[in-house]
């Protein structure tokens, strides 16, 4: 076996790994989502209609860089994205185009993924670029998404999935795993917030219920009722004063409250109005 031989058949058996792991992961589903990876001037790329768990070497198609088959059947009818990738950034060996469910949902929902929220991502993944939709497997959908690749390393297909690129197939593969990272920590977070709202509104019955009422309707009053504004607090300074002031715009700019446990309440209970 020569040298090419064996790079070749390294090409293929890391591709197939890919898929499978792919498809454990539940990253694709069905005949969903495909992979490619460069070998010199060509690459192995899935064949249409694969399903990723149950890849062979016969799933494999090789194409030159113009698209033209070199060896097997029928390409991934995505073959246009990935060689536009190859095409675009010389260094890359590897892409990944899978359906993750909470990257999808963003894509649906026309929402970029959040790379900021955490370090990791942010550090290895980087920015993730949103393209605008265009039926799968068509030109267009080539053109699109490699028109709002700038430096990114993956990109969002609007209504559609995801896709990555890496300098090796594990760098595109992470790059995968955390497109899903970002999405989980902000479902997360909006679970807890969801269960914080829950717990606030069960403080504001309670307090509403309460002696303090009276004066969180006088100010809701005095505000001209509109409680959609962010307020701010000030203390008085070891007393057991305060003021709730009002932002500009609203009818009142201050209310002198009893103690500071009454001014907790009332910016408490604005907090809650506002959110
Ligand atoms: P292929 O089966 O042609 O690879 O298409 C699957 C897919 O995910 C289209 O975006």
Redesign the pocket.
């Known amino acids: 076996m020569d040298k090419s031989e064996r790079s070749e058949n390294l090409v293929k058996s890391e591709l197939l790994r890919a898929c499978k792991l792919l498809y454990r992961q539940k990253l694709v589903y069905a005949?969903?989502?495909?992979v490619s990876h460069r070998c010199g001037d060509s690459i192995f790329i899935?064949a249409?209609?694969?399903s990723l768990g149950y890849v062979t070497p016969d799933s494999l198609v090789r194409l030159d860089m113009d698209g033209n088959v070199l060896e097997g059947g029928r390409p991934?009818?995505?073959y246009r994205m990935h060689l536009a990738i190859y095409n675009k950034f010389p260094k890359i060996k590897a892409v990944v185009?899978t359906?993750p469910t909470a990257a999808t949902t963003l894509a649906c929902l026309q929402t970029p993924i959040k790379t900021t929220l955490l370090a990791e991502a942010e550090l290895f993944l980087g920015e993730v670029a949103c393209a605008p939709y265009a039926d799968?497997?068509t030109a267009e959908l080539a053109e699109k998404m490699i028109y709002y690749v700038h430096g990114s390393n993956a990109c969002l297909l609007e209504s559609?999935?995801l896709v990555t690129w890496g300098a090796t197939m594990k760098e595109a593969l992470y790059r995968t795993e955390l497109g899903r990272l970002p999405e989980r920590a902000h479902g997360e977070r909006e679970r807890l917030r969801a269960d914080s709202h829950a717990q606030n509104r069960q403080h504001r019955e309670e307090y509403l219920s309460g002696d303090h009422a009276h004066r969180v309707r006088y100010l809701a009053f005095r505000s001209g009722g509109d409680h959609r504004r962010r307020v701010g607090l000030r203390a008085g300074a070891g007393t057991a004063q305060g003021v709730v002031l009002l932002p500009e715009g609203l009818k009142v700019r201050g209310l002198v409250v009893e103690d500071l446990h009454d001014l907790l309440a009332v910016h408490h209970l604005l907090n809650i109005a506002v959110q």
């Open positions: 005949t969903a989502g495909n899935t249409t209609g694969t991934s009818s995505e185009h359906h799968p497997g559609h999935g």
